[in-house]
T-cell receptor
Framework: GAGVSQSPRYKVAKRGQDVALRCDPISGHVSLFWYQQALGQGPEFLTY????????KSGLPSDRFFAERPEGSVSTLKIQRTQQEDSAVYLCASSLNRGLHQPQHFGDGTRLSIL | LAKTTQPISMDSYEGQEVNITCSHN???????ITWYQQFPSQGPRFIIQ???TKVTNEVASLFIPADRKSSTLSLPRVSLSDTAVYYCLVANSSNTGKLIFGQGTTLQVKP
């Protein structure tokens, strides 16, 4: 069945470059989440959308990180002027209904490596 | 949102029952408890969710005592394929606040 799809699966960029990571949530899912996961750590919350509205972006580490979901479906996480500490797996998740407690369906992530 | 505490790692053998306990002393009245499983190179996968008492599905059971300050995920008769990281998450139905996964519990199932 159609799950959450993330692309690219792997991304290598040079320090200072901008990158864009894409998330295709499950069709009809209202809520969308982005997480950053460092090696050996649990996912860390970045931001949360309900339809096209970004309700919480408190987890974004700096103003170099920007997320959007303009039509309430596909979402893009953009990182400007990448730095080595941005290297991590970026996970996207969606849930059918509103609320942080709703069970989330995760994609397999984009592994970002900054050289 | 309530912070959770879990053991960093656990070992078990095939066929045994495994119980992983999560502490969430500051859980609020409208918080739910959710468990996820994560394999290497994959995103977390929802296992089970509960509010109070006991919840059971085809893969696990979740036990929540009356004070709700802890919860226990029970995996019956584990197999090698249950080797994974297990995360306990506490969250309510609001739309704000960070979701905290913590480090999770790495379960190693041995033959």
């Amino acid at each position: 069945g159609a799950g959450v799809s993330q692309s690219p699966r792997y991304k290598v960029a040079k320090r200072g470059q901008d990158v864009a990571l894409r998330c295709d949530p499950i069709s009809g899912h209202v809520s969308l989440f982005w997480y950053q996961q460092a090696l050996g750590q649990g996912p860390e919350f970045l931001t949360y959308f309900q339809n096209e509205a970004q309700l919480d972006k408190s987890g974004l580490p700096s103003d170099r990180f920007f997320a959007e979901r303009p039509e309430g479906s596909v979402s893009t996480l953009k990182i400007q002027r990448t730095q080595q500490e941005d290297s991590a797996v970026y996970l996207c998740a969606s849930s059918l209904n509103r609320g942080l407690h709703q069970p989330q369906h995760f994609g397999d992530g984009t592994r970002l490596s900054i050289l | 949102l309530a912070k959770t505490t879990q053991p960093i790692s656990m070992d078990s053998y095939e066929g045994q029952e495994v119980n992983i306990t999560c502490s969430h002393n500051n859980i609020a009245t409208n918080d739910y408890i959710t468990w996820y499983q994560q394999f290497p190179s994959q995103g977390p996968r929802f296992i089970i969710q509960g509010y109070k008492t006991k919840v059971t599905n085809e893969v696990a059971s979740l036990f929540i005592p009356a004070d709700r300050k802890s919860s226990t995920l029970s995996l019956p008769r584990v197999s090698l394929s249950d080797t994974a990281v297990y995360y306990c998450l506490v969250a309510n139905s609001s739309n704000t606040g960070k979701l905290i996964f913590g480090q999770g519990t790495t379960l190693q199932v041995k033959p």
